[in-house]
């Protein structure tokens, strides 16, 4: 089998209902399998698959143990050479994923590649960039992301000086739609759950790199995301009273706790 798409649930049954539909009229030249994972959404989507998508792989997730975890889930149930872990709310555009397929089989050395992210409007989103550091929260979430010093950096973070229509090794991708391979994950692990939510991306990437792996960004590829950031609150103070904020800072002192004192593996 070519591919294992696994998409997790977080009460989002009509989106991947639709995600479900819209995969039936792509008529890949792959084989595949699509895998969805319910993190304990009670919100009737196994009874959906049964009646609905019996060629697809439902899994039950018993508690809603996060976003590493679940994708980890589906992700041991896999049999295709290649993973694609894919968010609900994106739609792929024509050959996307032949096209993160056949990219990676002809560079072996690459261990993820990504798509280009695009909002319904065509406009191109921010889904690749640098490593973060300690500075991140404080140009994201408070007033110096206004001043120059702070534009100038978070430019350098997203990687504006690139062409985003051109293929780049990358320190790390968003994971909306992230392209494994799996023989790798033998040297690399699954996700790791410590992320229950956010930087689980960042840090898959990283422990892609360690191993040996590059990580691409490939804009022929192309995918719909209908991204909002139900993590950003206008400062540091409001991330106190918003769960999916805290979740994200949490994450974020976690990851720097994971690799303090160690180099980047990809430095660019």
């Not at 792959?30 to 196994?46: K, P």
């Not at 007033?143 to 985003?164: A, C, I, M, N, V």
């Not at 293929?167 to 790390?172: C, G, M, N, S």
Request: charged share 25%; aromatic share 14%; with cysteine.
């Amino acid at each position: 089998m070519d591919l294992s798409i696994i998409i997790l649930n977080y009460k989002t049954k009509e989106l991947i209902r639709q995600q479900l539909k819209a995969f039936r009229s792509l008529k890949m030249a792959l084989s595949y399998e699509i895998i969805v994972v319910d993190n304990a959404s009670d919100d009737g989507i196994g009874q959906l698959i049964k009646d609905n998508f019996p060629e697809v792989v439902f899994i039950q997730n018993s508690l809603n143990s996060g976003y590493a975890a679940g994708n980890n889930l589906g992700l041991a149930r896999a049999q295709g050479k290649y993973l694609v872990v894919l968010n609900p709310d994106t739609v792929i555009i024509d050959n996307a994923l032949e096209r993160l397929f056949d990219f990676m089989e002809a560079n072996p050395e690459v261990g993820i590649v990504g798509p280009q992210l695009l909002y319904p409007n065509q406009e191109i989103q921010e889904s690749y960039a640098r490593w973060p550091n300690l500075m991140l929260p404080l140009y994201r979430r408070t007033f110096l992301k206004q001043t120059s010093f702070g534009q100038r950096w978070l430019s350098h973070f997203f990687y504006k000086e690139r062409d985003p229509e051109k293929p780049a090794e990358v320190d790390w991708l968003h994971g909306a739609c992230l392209l494994v391979r799996k023989a790798s994950l033998v040297k690399v692990g699954p996700m790791d759950e410590r992320f229950w939510m956010y930087l689980d991306d960042t840090d898959w990437c990283r422990r892609f790199w360690q191993a040996g792996y590059k990580v691409v960004y490939l804009p022929q590829a192309k995918i719909y995301h209908y991204h909002k950031r139900s993590s950003a609150g206008s400062n540091l103070l409001a991330a106190i009273f918003n769960k999916p904020s805290r979740e994200h800072l949490l994450s974020f002192f976690k990851y720097f706790w994971k690799y303090r004192g160690q180099d980047n593996p990809h430095k660019t």
